[in-house]
């Protein structure tokens, strides 16, 4: 392992030009340099490009991959295809880093060479988690919910080490629109040696309907290829015994219960940002709370 690893960040990108500027700015101007961009253009229809062409002559460390509109899976794997850094970074093209973010990283990187680093997220309606310090777990329940991966999918809260990424044989599914960071993401924590909690690197979530994978006209109906793809998902969590604590519920802070006669008529979890509500048991909406 290198002192300084390169690390590469994939952006698959999709009509961003109302966002790609700030994910670039933040990148582009890190307090750690060593860095490939790739920013893999999925078809898109406006000045995304063009955008991204301006800062590419600006800075080598960029480049472009232009293909035909597949989806975020297919634009995620061209990505992993070209890297060539040791470290593997998936960002959205709507988001952007904290400018020591990359820095965080490849402390963490250099103390634990785990095969997964985990940073925090900003994004308030939900209830990420904050690390207190650098920690390295490795068994399943740690891996799991210490970094709450049972309760959140994104690809993009980790850094990934690229031997790790090919010895695992992890890619994304290419029929998985919207779903397509699960089906990556938990196998991945299942089956890393190791993984690091990282403090205070902090990816920010900026919410838009624009997001790849998030759009419903560009999603894709059910169908038999994606039953496998569920299929196959279920049968490896079973495989590697992961299907309960993937699956293991979120639990709240607080709890609030009207009985009537000892029988629970009502109920209300409490979480950080948002308030549950049930009914007889059943859960009857969620309330989202502002910061």
Not at 47 to 68: L, M, T
Not at 105 to 114: N, P, Q
Not at 238 to 251: C, G, S
Not at 274 to 279: D, G, P, S
Request: net charge positive; charged share 25%; glycine share 4%.
């Amino acid at each position: 392992m290198s002192v300084n690893p390169l690390i590469s960040v994939i952006i698959p990108m999709y009509n961003a030009e109302k966002f790609i500027e700030k994910c670039l700015e933040h990148l582009i101007h890190q307090t750690y340099h060593h860095l490939e961009i790739i920013i893999v253009d999925d078809g898109s229809q406006d000045n995304s490009v063009r955008i991204c062409q301006k800062y590419a002559k600006e800075d080598p460390r960029i480049r472009i991959i232009q293909q035909k509109n597949g989806g975020p899976s297919v634009a995620s794997n061209a990505g992993l295809d070209a890297a060539q850094g040791e470290y593997i970074h998936f960002h959205d093209h709507d988001d952007f880093v904290n400018l020591d973010y990359f820095e965080r990283m490849s402390a963490a990187i250099a103390l634990t060479e785990a095969d997964i680093l985990c940073g925090e997220v900003n994004q308030v309606a939900y209830n990420f988690p904050v690390f207190n310090q650098i920690e390295i777990l490795t068994t399943l329940t740690d891996k799991v919910i210490k970094t709450r991966a049972n309760r959140f999918n994104p690809a993009w809260r980790y850094v990934y080490k690229k031997s790790f990424l090919k010895s695992a044989g992890l890619r994304f599914e290419p029929q998985a629109f919207g779903t397509q960071d699960l089906f990556f993401t938990k196998p991945a924590i299942i089956l890393a040696k190791t993984v690091a909690t990282v403090p205070g690197a902090r990816y920010n979530v900026v919410d838009t309907p624009t997001a790849l994978g998030k759009v419903k006209a560009r999603r894709r109906m059910p169908s038999p290829e994606m039953d496998k793809v569920w299929q196959k998902y279920y049968s490896f969590l079973h495989q590697h015994k992961a299907y309960d604590i993937i699956n293991w519920p979120e639990e709240p802070d607080q709890i609030e219960t009207l009985k009537i006669f000892n029988c629970p008529i009502w109920r209300r979890d409490i979480f950080p940002h948002k308030v549950r509500y049930y009914l007889f048991g059943i859960n009857i909406g969620t309330k989202h709370m502002k910061p």
